[in-house]
């Protein structure tokens, strides 16, 4: 079955740090990808995607992520975090091929920025 | 827009007793979902709707079931609720023929409580 691992459950930073959360997928072929931020409390939302062309693709709120075919990744980047990003991160895959409009969600990582 | 709307937000339920969620979307999306959330389990399917009057099973379908009587609505049924179905309750929505774009839109959640 395909699948998405997000490697780290739990990350914990002080502000100013760089960021990266590691996200891969388990299929060779075409994919859609997707990070989708959950603040305490809230519903997801779309922080990046990636359909086609550049495979750094920048998003709100300083956030990039770049996709890296022969390794499977996405990984998740920002250079400086604040307190205000403490969330838990989502990543989520679309394969292409039957089902192709639903999305594999990995199981999340979360974020604690300490001031 | 409203985008994705979900009632209630909250609710407590006894084992056995039955209650309906109702999901409302307002982007004219061809596709509809349910998730569930749990600590440490991400966000599992439930059921999904590709169209009106369409449904279909996810990952996690035992014991619910959903209907699309319209195609801003995607209601999801617990008949006989057990504890084990407290949970974080989310819909989604996707696609439209329009814009072709993947990504879920998410509404606000409901949480669930089964004593």
């Known amino acids: 079955a395909q699948s998405v691992s997000q490697h780290n459950h739990h990350v914990i930073l002080s502000e100013a740090a760089s960021l990266e959360l590691g996200c891969n997928y388990s299929?060779?072929?075409?994919?859609?990808l997707f990070w989708y931020v959950q603040y305490p409390g809230q519903h997801l939302q779309l922080l990046l995607k990636?359909?086609?062309?550049?495979?750094l693709v920048k998003g709100i709120k300083g956030f990039e992520a770049e996709f890296i075919k022969s390794k499977f990744s996405f990984n998740l980047r920002k250079p400086s975090v604040q307190w205000s990003d403490t969330a838990e991160y989502f990543c989520?895959?679309?394969?292409?091929?039957?089902?192709?409009?639903?999305?594999?969600f990995g199981k999340g990582t979360k974020l604690s920025v300490i001031p | 827009n409203a985008g994705v709307t979900q009632t209630p937000k909250f609710r407590v339920l006894k084992t056995g007793q039955s209650m309906t969620l109702l999901c409302a979307q307002d982007?004219?999306?061809?596709?509809m979902y349910w998730y569930r959330q749990d600590p440490g389990m991400g966000l599992r399917l439930i059921h999904y709707?590709?169209?009106?009057?369409?449904?279909a099973k996810g990952e996690v379908p035992d014991g619910y079931n959903v209907s699309r009587l319209k195609k801003q609505n995607f209601l999801l049924g617990l008949e006989s609720a057990a504890p084990s179905q407290t949970s974080v309750y989310f819909c989604?929505?996707?696609?439209?023929?329009?814009?072709?774009?993947?990504?879920?839109?998410f509404g606000p959640g409901t949480r669930l409580t089964v004593t």
């Open positions: 989604a929505s996707s696609y439209s023929l329009t814009g072709l774009s993947y990504e879920q839109y």
């Open positions: 299929y060779g072929g075409t994919v859609n």
């Open positions: 990636y359909f086609s062309g550049d495979p």
């Open positions: 989520a895959v679309r394969y292409s091929g039957a089902g192709s409009y639903q999305l594999t």
């Open positions: 982007m004219n999306h061809e596709y």
């Open positions: 709707s590709v169209g009106e009057g369409t449904t």
